[in-house]
Nanobody, 120 residues
Framework: QVQLVESGGGLVQPGGSLRLSCTASGSMFSINDMAWYRQAPGKERELVARIFTYGSTNYAGSVKGRFTISRDNALNTVYLQMNSLKPEDTAVYYC??????????????WGQGTQVTVSS
């Protein structure tokens, strides 16, 4: 079992910044991709940003230039720095990790979600 725990959400004014963190724990052998998704009320969950094993990244067009994903492999942690936040960024943000556990089985784990609200 691999568990993901997110932190860092909250209420912020438009134009403000937040940093989300997500730490993986449990029976991991290796983590490949780590990503952040979000789901706004009444909408489908969408990919925000993904970071691959060796650091390459991709972003949704709506956040490119404003959000930065990074990871600390030693801490099994992925971060999402969110700048110039807009009301349309309001959503529950979910962490996702894909890898191999200690029994060499693939895992695809999700965190419980953290609320980000951008409002004046």
């Amino acid at each position: 079992q691999v568990q993901l725990v997110e932190s860092g959400g909250g209420l912020v004014q438009p134009g403000g910044s937040l940093r989300l963190s997500c730490t993986a724990s449990g029976s991991m052998f290796s983590i490949n991709d780590m990503a952040w998704y979000r789901q706004a009320p009444g909408k489908e969950r969408e990919l925000v940003a993904r970071i691959f094993t060796y650091g390459s990244t991709n972003y949704a067009g709506s956040v490119k230039g404003r959000f930065t994903i990074s990871r600390d492999n030693a801490l099994n942690t992925v971060y999402l720095q969110m700048n110039s936040l807009k009301p349309e960024d309001t959503a529950v943000y979910y962490c996702n990790a894909v890898g191999t556990d200690t029994k060499f089985r693939s895992f695809d784990s999700w965190g419980q979600g953290t609320q980000v609200t951008v409002s004046s």
